[in-house]
């Protein structure tokens, strides 16, 4: 049995328990409904112990902070400062507990602690980069759902720490038992891509209709070459007064907006139809398969017909996808449910 110390703090956010669930279902599916010998043992603990209440008038009865032996150690999103105690827990915990872990904004915490020192991680993509900032000795990768590096894991925003949850099931239990959960979960197994399939366009946000106008040019017409000079033409300003009002407005270059919108309309089309890579490379402004193929290496770590590929395996139990040949040409279309 594993045991599972998950950590709160006053105020916690009841999404932060979500993957409570996903460990109970675990157990439930290898023990049995009636959990006689739970394969995951799971324990609240807080700096005090006692009852902690969170958002939303739920309240929890914990554990204090104290030598036991835990397996894994997780501390939920939402918080970002924690108590002295707690980072000299989760500093002592470092040798001792194979894996810890925080969701979303928790990795300010292991941060803290200098757990993040020398490692990769991530957070939620609207904090990653202040996470950097603040703590320049860790590698931050804010596109990533979650990662692992050593003992040490992260995730991104809370719904991710089911993805990561997910992860700690099948490195424990293997891959059919993940399967299996999250099928029980109605969710992916592996979710593809990264975070800015989320960030891309949140992350503009213009205050003049000038500059929506351009952006709403742009995703309108991205098999353009969309440079300065067409986009200021659109602006209705000369080209160098557009540049710095658009990084100024939107604090990204016109040239990195426009790679981001790129690479969003191309992995949704990887993902979401069955057109050929050339087309979608022709389609969203690559012009070829080559350079796309560069592009989605460096922003989400695989080429698109691998993204291609992982969403069509990962479909819930009951829906087939369609199989594609290395090129990202469907062999057959078979998208049904039973």
């Not at 108590?83 to 002592?92: E, G």
């Not at 057109?275 to 022709?282: F, K, L, R, S």
């Amino acid at each position: 049995m594993l045991t599972i110390g998950f950590m709160l703090h006053p105020g916690f956010s009841p999404m932060g328990l979500a993957m409570a669930a996903a460990f109970d279902v675990a157990n439930q599916q290898q023990s049995g409904r009636q959990r006689s010998n739970p394969v995951y043992n799971l324990v609240m603990l807080s700096d005090a112990g006692g009852l902690v209440r969170g958002a939303m008038g739920i309240a929890v009865e914990t554990e204090a902070l104290s030598a036991r032996h835990l397996d894994l150690i997780i501390i939920g999103g939402g918080v970002e400062a924690a108590t002295p105690a707690t980072i000299a827990f989760l500093r002592n915990a470092v040798g001792r507990v194979g894996r810890i872990a925080g969701t979303c904004t928790a990795a300010f915490v292991l941060a803290e602690a200098g757990l993040l020192d020398g490692r990769r991680a991530t957070t939620h993509w609207a904090r990653a980069r202040e996470l950097q900032l603040r703590y320049p000795l860790a590698r931050i990768e804010e596109d990533r759902i979650f990662v692992e590096d050593g003992p040490i894991w992260t995730s991104a925003g809370m719904t991710a720490g089911l993805d990561l949850a997910l992860a700690f099931i099948e490195r424990d239990l293997g891959t059919e038992a993940a399967r299996s959960v999250s099928r029980a979960l109605v969710m992916y197994h592996r979710r593809t891509g990264g975070q800015s399939q989320f960030s891309a366009l949140l992350e503009l946000e213009p205050k003049s209709d000038r500059i929506q106008k351009v952006l709403t040019y742009a995703r309108r017409n991205l098999a353009n070459r969309l440079d300065v000079e067409e986009l200021a033409a659109v602006a209705g300003i000369g080209p160098r007064q557009f540049t710095r009002v658009f990084i100024r407005e939107t604090g990204q270059s016109p040239a990195k907006a426009i790679g981001n919108l790129r690479l969003e309309a191309a992995r949704s089309l990887m993902e979401d139809t069955d057109q050929t890579i050339d087309a979608v490379a022709q389609q969203t402004g690559f012009a070829d398969r080559d350079r796309m193929r560069r592009a989605f290496l460096r922003a989400f770590g695989q080429p698109p017909q691998t993204i291609r590929r992982a969403t069509r395996a990962s479909y819930p139990e009951g829906m087939e996808a369609a199989v594609f040949d290395l090129d990202g040409v469907p062999v057959e279309h078979k998208l049904s449910c039973r």
